[in-house]
């Protein structure tokens, strides 16, 4: 029921994705049962893959968090994430009020690591596939503990969702060098860097590299992370927005546009905001599909989270988490070396 | 002598600056003699408005800034911020290496502030003008103080580049509720929304009203303000990449790329890096000029030192951050509220 446009895309997404998922896949629909048929009369074959749970009620797209919480049983979304936890569904995607379906997941799941909220993930656009990039807003205050745990979390994330054998980790800093950043992310980076957690680690990456694609996986606090998914975001809109200020100035630059529209028209699809970030660290796989998604979003968010129930995911996560008491005991002597934790221009 | 082209860029803004300023501004060129002189000899009409400073030696662009700083004394750079010291100068604008040139403003000019180092100021493009954004790099550790800091010298410095009488300010954070962000941004945000800092605070701002221009001035921590400044660099750098991409692909792209040319051009210029960077908390003003500067941008670079010099800029400061210990002081009693740090979506 969730997101700007509800069923109409969830159902049409539904059947966008069956045409290409195993017979095995199978959905529940939870909300409004009148609402939900009728889109489902427009979708023949889909009425045989689907079971349909009805509720009376849905989380508004404004609600605060909170207040949201406290009147939110037997809504829609608490029902999808509710089926999760009793084992009936591997898996919930939803397109409602993001803060919501955090509380909300949070509260039936119950975190699988100990962090205020489930991390939030970013799949940003490279020249060469995606970064994913965590967390983007919901652990403010991080030390190197929660750092590690992104990149455990994110490096599983990677794999399951891009098929990337063995995906690059890199954390999010103001310079390269060993001495630069504050104290959590050197010891972050101490800690991944002497191996005793089984990731590929490329020690520190800068802001620029979220875009260029340098590690598959950048961490970072979600502080960071969230002023640096919006700033890029800006920058992203005031690019674009200024390029369509030059080229509709004059007579041969508007012609130029127009000869040009088929392949503006696919760089601006390119650089559409990722469809789906996952919640990580809850028990259970719950995913996030943003609230103005097209049918081909919402399509895509379903097949990451059949590709997420289907891998080794989970395990491989309380597999280095294992690791973690182990890796970030202090070594027995710290050698002296001189801070620099200044930026480099 | 700084930067990737030395006199032969210099020389020439030097010229280009002199056009537009009144003839009571001087120059100081410190350097090597034969070269300037080479340089000034294509320029008719400066050699009467500068006096050459002879130095044997140069701060190399990719000098480590504490190695560069220990074999500092005496070279063109040296020299220029000493002639700041002594009174002789105004101003330093030097176009080389960047940390070299913060590690010796402070060590000769010292901070006027309690700051580990100057805050590094950006200048990010806006649909209406331009944001002050800092600190981009230099002060990682921030506490509430060090931000209302830099909301009191950005604030001044803003005034002073740009004619902008009262400068609006806002503080970087996860979302706009009073609730949000770590403990640092929300007692910085208490202490200017209190009104004992004479500015016109606007309260949290986003990532992504950075290059919106929702407020003239926005202060961050220098973590934060590095890593959105390289993040919205990338960004900038991914898209007008995909641009390209798109531009080139199929004949009537190509064609329309061909005839948008100038106005994609100007597009380019817009986007062009800040060509100042003023370091921001000395005894003293100090602009960096880019090191791959142009004629152009060290022309800006003088004029912006020239308008900093003549403009209430310090004392401005020093007002203001003596109204600082009574605005940091703890108010009778705070009143309890639900604490919500995690970001909006």
């Not at 989970?314 to 597999?319: D, K, L, P, S, V």
């Amino acid at each position: 029921m969730g997101g700007d446009h509800g069923p109409s895309v969830v159902i049409p997404a539904v059947a966008r994705a069956i045409a290409v998922l195993p017979g095995s896949v199978r959905f529940l629909l939870h909300g409004d049962e009148a609402a939900i048929a009728a889109e489902l009369s427009k979708h023949g074959g889909v009425a045989g893959r689907v079971e349909v749970r009805h509720s009376d009620r849905v989380v508004g797209m404004d609600e605060k968090p909170a207040q949201a919480l406290r009147r939110s049983k037997g809504t829609s979304m608490w029902n999808a994430v509710e089926a999760v936890r009793e084992g009936q569904a591997v898996a919930a995607v939803s397109a409602g009020n993001t803060g919501a379906l955090m509380a909300i997941s949070k509260l039936i799941l119950r975190m699988a690591v100990d962090m205020e909220r489930p991390a939030l993930v970013a799949s940003m656009p490279t020249p060469r596939g995606v970064t994913t990039f965590l967390d983007v807003g919901a652990n403010i205050d991080c030390d190197a503990e929660r750092l590690v745990e992104f990149a455990i979390m994110g490096e599983a994330f990677h794999r399951a969702a891009h098929g990337v054998p063995r995906p690059t980790v890199g954390l999010l800093n103001v310079g390269s060098e060993e001495m630069k950043g504050h104290e959590e992310v050197r010891e972050a980076n101490r800690v991944l860097r002497e191996g005793k957690i089984d990731l590929d680690y490329k020690g520190f990456v800068e802001g620029d590299d979220i875009t260029r694609g340098a590690v598959d996986v950048i961490v970072t606090d979600g502080f960071t992370g969230n002023v640096a998914l919006k700033s890029m975001e800006g920058a992203a809109r005031f690019v674009t927005a200024e390029l369509r200020g030059a080229l509709s100035g004059g007579v041969f630059a508007s012609l130029g546009a127009l000869l040009a529209r088929p392949a503006l028209l696919k760089f601006r699809e390119r650089l559409s905001p990722p469809p789906t970030a996952p919640f990580l660290g809850l028990n259970g796989i719950v995913l996030k599909c943003h609230g103005g998604a097209t049918v081909r979003d919402f399509a895509v968010a379903i097949r990451v989270a059949v590709d997420l129930a289907r891998s080794n995911f989970t395990a491989e996560i309380e597999r280095n988490m294992r690791r973690l008491p182990d890796a970030l005991a202090e070594p027995m002597a710290e050698p002296a070396a001189e801070v620099v934790q200044g930026a480099d221009e």
